[in-house]
């Protein structure tokens, strides 16, 4: 409970673009947001910059948060009505932290646009961030506390710069003064690293996921060849090509449909018969989407960054209601009782064929009560405590 007479320490919130897409950070802070005043800082650098149309698109979207107009109405998040959303902050980022020079300049540049803004919040503020690139900025910002949010192994996530996420890591782990990571493997990730972490695995929003939705077939899915075989989140190299292969070759009808961000997939992955990708669609739409799908599937590769991470998407699969074959790792085997698990490319394909028959069995309906004790609300609440230093 709030007491209005004593509220609560701003947050400032070093993360990936509000509102770019539904991450566990911007879940959790939605949650504080109608007690808690909080500045997003969205942040650039963890990519090596590329000569490439991935590149120039982000750069552009940079370019118009920088220089452009301000959006009337901000951007939200999951959940969030635009009266609950933070203040944004966009400042101007050198592209890498890979040299001294680049380093050395966005601690001058994110110093200058934030310093005065930290001293004009009524209380010295309480900072989460899930990128280790702040590592400079300890000892800098007059803040009260630093919480390291740890999400990724970002040193071997596709696509990022991971040696310099790596350096500036081991840079920040012994400054903060808390850690919270979302994985058993992140917390053994991050011990390593000289600090302790508290556990804190991802959440679900149910009430979304088992809200009614419009009958018929969306409006996305349209043209496609059922039953349709569900995929949502980034496609990259994370995804297992055997595992999707062999599915696309030994289907006997239907769909398989891959939808969200691409982040440079193998390029024969979006070729293969029956392969159709679909771009991203708003946050409210997946529940109609997983309502019209026979089968959620989720065809991670075995690797260290599928190790590590916590994927959003299994508690939504499972809070959908619908039948789930994902790849056997550590963060899925926990809920193995709720969805099946695959380790070769033979057991996935067996298992979703036989869930286009049988659909979601009794038992695993069963199992996923569970997942009512798994809400948003409820991590938020716990990594708020973590925050306040209790």
Known sequence: MIDPAHPSRPLLVFADDWGRHPSSCQHLIGKLLPHREVVWVNTIGTRP??????????????????????????????????????????????????????RG??????????KSLVESLAQPPDVVTTL??????????????????CVDDFSVWPGYDGATMLTMERDLIPK??????????????????????HLLTHGVDLDHWRSPVSP????????????VILFWGVVDRRMDMAFVKHLSAHLPEGTIVLVGPKEDPDPELLA?????????????????????????????????????????????YIATGRPAVVRALPATKEWGDCVDLAATPEEFTARVINRLTTGLPGDQNQARVRLNREGWADKAHQLEKWVNGE
């Not at 903060?176 to 302790?196: I, W």
């Open 132 to 149: 280790p690139l702040v590592a400079d900025l300890i000892g800098v910002l007059p803040v009260r506390r630093w919480v390291y949010y």
């Open 272 to 316: 293969l018969p029956r392969v159709v990708y679909l771009p991203p669609v708003a946050f409210d739409r997946l529940p109609a989407l997983a309502a019209a799908a026979a089968v959620l599937v989720m065809p991670y590769i075995d690797a260290p960054v599928t190790h590590a991470m916590q994927p959003l998407k299994l508690k939504e």
């Open 176 to 197: 903060v003064d808390a850690v919270v990571a979302v994985s058993d493997t992140l917390v053994k990730h991050v011990d390593e690293l000289g600090k302790p972490a």
């Open 105 to 114: 300049l966005n601690r001058k540049l994110l110093t200058r646009a934030l």
């Open 216 to 227: 018929g077939l969306p409006l996305e899915f349209a043209g496609l060849k059922p039953p």
């Open 49 to 102: 910059p590329r000569l490439d149309w991935s590149t120039a698109r982000r750069v552009a979207g940079k370019f118009r948060q920088w220089f452009g107009p301000r959006p009337a109405v901000p951007t939200t998040a999951p959940e969030q009505a635009p009266a609950l959303s933070p203040r944004i902050i966009s400042p101007k980022m050198w592209p890498s932290f890979r040299s001294a020079f680049g």
